[in-house]
């Protein structure tokens, strides 16, 4: 987890979101809130592929956020991820955007 200067907790991921690597993703996204960090961004622009324990992972972290009264955004999704969002229609419940200045204006 990186902290950037405007109070946003940012997980740069990489590789596969699976049921391998949701727990510790999970676990980052609610150490951060946990500290205070309520408006978290997660970077899905290296991420190649996303099952469903993933979306699971990135639900949670948004409903931890939004109980702490901040929120979860999505940067620059994969193409798959995109796809997976839209078959899923959490395109509608997560705000995406392709940089982290554009994801919190």
């Known amino acids: 987890m990186e902290h950037t200067e405007q109070g946003i907790a940012l997980a740069r991921l990489s590789g596969r979101l699976d049921a391998a690597a949701a727990p510790r993703v999970l676990a980052h996204l609610k150490d951060a809130v946990a500290d205070g ?37 999505l940067v620059a999704p994969s193409p798959q991820a995109q796809r997976l969002l839209r078959l899923t229609t959490l395109d509608r419940v997560f705000v995406t955007s392709d940089t982290l200045d554009e994801v919190w204006a």
């Open 37 to 73: 960090k309520s408006r978290l961004a997660v970077d899905l622009s290296e991420v190649s592929f996303i099952d469903s324990t993933g979306l699971g992972t990135l639900v949670s972290g948004l409903k931890a956020a939004r109980k702490a009264e901040g929120d979860l955004r």
